[in-house]
């Protein structure tokens, strides 16, 4: 079974500086994909970025990229330019591309922007 | 809104009793997904559709619980005999079927149930 891992519960950032999440996993699989969501207070989980394992360029959205190191299953999430509107719970998870479509995710890192 | 929605959004409830929650995918989404998340913990999965068809049952899913999805539009989410164990938000996602790559799911608002 596939286990996603984040060892920060909290961060925080000055607004405007640069932050960075982490994230690893444990697969014995060699095709899947990865996400961080976003989940603000209160408010519905919306995807942030995506990464499928086959594709070696690191994602980029935005003020958003990823570090995907697939040998150390490592993804961690970079956001730049932080913005009070970036004060949410950040969600890692794991896609297989073996037919099973759920969603595996970590336990969340809450991230606090300061003023 | 043309998103995914979910009611009731609160639901507060007796040990014992029987609960419904009902999801409105995207239209069009031909995938549906239930997930539950309890306090400091990410979503975790309890079942999946592919239009009407029940494809995946998480073991989370104990006797207790129900999912259908009638006509492969909404879904429904039955709880009988709540536990307090059962408190949690309940989460629905939708997703279109797509080329490779395409596996976006579309997160609702959920349903937070406390079983008292």
């Known amino acids: 079974a596939q286990t996603v891992t984040q060892s920060q519960p909290e961060m925080s950032v000055q607004e405007a500086e640069t932050v960075t999440l982490s994230c690893t996993y444990d697969t014995s699989e060699s095709d899947y994909y990865l996400f961080w969501y976003k989940q603000p207070p209160s408010r519905q989980m919306i995807l942030v970025i995506r990464?499928?394992?086959?594709?070696?360029q690191n994602a980029t959205e935005n003020r958003f990229s990823v570090n995907f190191q697939k040998a150390a299953k490592s993804f961690s999430l970079k956001i730049s330019d932080s913005q009070l509107g970036d004060a949410a719970m950040y969600f890692c998870?794991?896609?297989?591309?073996?037919?099973?479509?759920?969603?595996?995710f970590g336990t969340g890192t809450r991230l606090t922007i300061i003023p | 809104d043309t998103g995914v929605s979910q009611n009731p959004r609160h639901k507060i409830t007796k040990r014992g009793q029987n609960v419904t929650f009902r999801c409105d995918p995207i239209?069009?989404?031909?995938?549906l997904y239930w997930y539950r998340q309890t306090l400091g913990q990410g979503p975790e999965f309890l079942t999946y559709f592919q239009n009407e068809a029940q494809l995946e049952k998480s073991r989370l899913l104990s006797d207790r619980f129900s999912a259908e999805r009638p006509k492969g539009s909404f879904s429904t989410l039955e709880i009988q005999r709540t536990e307090q164990g059962d408190s949690a938000m309940y989460l629905c996602?939708?997703?279109?079927?797509?080329?490779?790559?395409?596996?976006?799911?579309?997160f609702g608002p959920g349903t937070r149930l406390t079983v008292l």
């Open positions: 239209s069009e989404h031909n995938r």
């Open positions: 996602a939708s997703s279109p079927e797509g080329d490779r790559g395409v596996y976006e799911q579309f």
């Open positions: 998870a794991y896609r297989s591309n073996f037919g099973n479509e759920k969603l595996t």
């Open positions: 990464q499928e394992a086959y594709k070696q």
